[in-house]
């Protein structure tokens, strides 16, 4: 079984700019998370699509995150335009289930904005 | 202190000791769950711990789970090098589907 997938793995982009990240979760999980950490600190969720409706978005920090799951199947979620505190990195998990049912993450992308 | 807060933030011990870590939350979970992450990679689940038990085994972990404290303990007996990684506690909330992760306890095992 293939895991979850994300890319790129690391991004590098100018503030003001704009960057899209990828997200493949496992075949047949219909839930699929975005979340991020910054500098360390606590791994912070930024919304949950149940196949392609979200969910919940109460995470997503403000209106230039917009993340889309078409079909779903893989999720994108865009950043623009960028800002420095945007850089961080950003998981993708997915679970199929209940509540309890684990989630398998993505080794994430590393999100640099200079 | 944040949702899910571990505690120490950073632990250093010997190959063969024990390394406890704890967790703090503040609100009405219905599970408890521990997520370890090597460096660079993804988080990867060890274990959950539903609100009504106590406490809970599997291999070289043991977990337990104070509601009444709103905390809870991984321990790791007989730690060896490759135990060396980040642990992350997650509560599973009453109300809310997504779990909510701490900061997390880097842990180093010295060979």
């Known amino acids: 079984e293939a895991g979850v997938t994300q890319f790129p793995s690391h991004s590098v982009i100018e503030k003001g700019q704009t960057v899209t990240l990828r997200c493949d979760p496992i075949s047949g999980h219909d839930n699929l998370y975005w979340y991020r950490r910054v500098m360390g600190k606590e791994i912070k969720f930024l919304l949950h699509f149940v196949k392609e409706s979200k969910q919940d978005e109460s995470g997503m920090p403000n209106n230039r995150f917009l993340a889309e799951r078409t079909g779903g199947t893989y999720s994108t979620l865009k950043v623009q335009p960028a800002e420095l505190e945007d850089s961080g990195v950003y998981f993708c998990a997915s679970s199929q289930g209940d509540k309890s049912s684990p989630l398998h993450f993505g080794n994430g992308t590393r999100l640099t904005v200079t | 202190s944040q949702q899910g807060e571990e505690d120490p933030q950073a632990l250093s011990i010997q190959e063969g000791e024990n390394a406890t870590m704890n967790c703090s939350y503040k609100?009405?979970?219905?599970?408890l769950q521990w997520y370890r992450q090597n460096s660079g990679r993804g988080l990867v689940h060890l274990i959950l711990?539903?609100?009504?038990?106590r406490e809970k085994h599997s291999g070289r972990l043991r977990v337990t789970l104070d509601t009444s404290k709103k905390s809870s303990s991984l321990l790791i007996t007989a730690s060896r090098a490759a135990d060396t990684a980040s642990y992350f506690c997650?509560?599973?909330?009453?109300?809310?589907?997504?779990?909510?992760f701490g900061s997390g306890t880097r842990l180093q095992v010295q060979p």
């Open positions: 609100t009405s979970i219905n599970n």
């Open positions: 997650a509560t599973g909330d009453t109300g809310r589907r997504a779990l909510t």
């Open positions: 711990i539903r609100s009504n038990e």
